[in-house]
């Protein structure tokens, strides 16, 4: 491998780490900062209160905050483990990638905005790991049998 395919697989495991990254910071936001505020009226007066998305929701929604970040370990796990066969890693990357872009889209109104920093640094990761230089998608299934 030349210096410069290192440099790329380089840049590509970074941008894909700090995907992973970007992926936690809404889960803990939800997790534990106000999600929603109200008002409610009492006798003595007006009180606002403020809750988290799981006091709101239950505790069902820590899975839902879950799967962005699984979508996003399997496209990094894909960019990083090299010693697995090219195209488990092209299928491992472009499946995490185009999930996660689905459930940003399924989720745009509500917390699909949120993941979109980590999806952009994901097609970044993916698209220099299936680069033509390196050997993207449609050079290997042209040189190798299925």
Not at 72 to 100: D, E, F, K, P
Not at 103 to 109: A, E, P, Q
Request: overall charge positive; some cysteine.
């Amino acid at each position: 491998m030349g210096s410069n395919e290192e440099l790329m697989q380089k840049i590509s495991e970074i941008s894909a780490m700090i995907a992973i990254l970007l992926t936690w910071i809404p889960f803990l936001f939800f997790l534990f900062m106000p999600a929603y505020r109200g008002n409610e009226i009492t006798l003595v007066g007006t009180v606002q209160k403020t809750a988290t998305l799981v006091e709101m929701n239950g505790f069902w929604v820590i899975w839902l905050l879950l799967i962005p970040i699984s979508l996003s370990c399997m496209a990094t796990v894909g960019v990083i483990m090299t010693r697995l066969s090219r195209r488990r890693r092209l299928i491992m990357m472009w499946m995490g990638t185009s999930l996660l872009f689905s459930f940003c889209l399924i989720g745009l109104g509500s917390i699909g905005l949120f993941y979109l920093p980590s999806l952009l640094m994901l097609v970044l990761a993916v698209g220099i790991q299936t680069s033509p230089q390196r050997g993207g998608v449609g050079v290997e299934s042209a040189s190798s049998p299925l």
